[in-house]
């Protein structure tokens, strides 16, 4: 049991993806993309836990569950669920929260009444040693 009062820290960040992000047809963006938004959230996480930047050791079970579109607008959570002397472990998923609308009109996009959980992930960092 890990009764570390940063177990459960949560930190959200929300993008909205241009159409120049669209990288294959049917306006789809690569998973990379998400990924990327995974790095930015624990990148926050390290420096609200421990003060530092802190370094991706490794991502594991990466679960791409539902497309993510050029259009979309999805917020990334990284949540805290193991803290060791340098580690720490992270549970990540990112959802849709908004979607573009083209078949109403081409500027058209609506709030999604429940979001759609498009990638799901587990991953590690690491910090310095404390001094």
Do not use: W
Not at 19 to 44: C, I, K, Q, W
Not at 72 to 98: K, M, P, Q, W
């Amino acid at each position: 049991m890990n009764d570390d009062p940063r177990v459960g820290l949560s930190v959200t960040h929300r993008r909205y993806i241009p159409y120049s992000h669209a990288h294959y047809g049917g306006n789809l963006v690569d998973g990379a993309y998400v990924l990327g938004m995974f790095g930015d959230v624990a990148t926050e996480v390290c420096i609200r836990t421990d003060g530092d930047e802190g370094l991706f050791a490794s991502y594991e079970d990466v679960q791409f569950k539902a497309p993510l579109r050029a259009g979309d607008v999805v917020e990334a959570t990284a949540t805290v669920t193991h803290v060791g002397r340098r580690s720490r472990r992270l549970a990540f998923e990112a959802r849709v929260v908004c979607r573009a609308r083209p078949d109403k009109s081409p500027s058209a996009a609506e709030v999604l009444a429940e979001p759609i959980t498009v990638v799901t992930a587990t991953g590690t960092v690491v910090v310095p040693p404390a001094s």
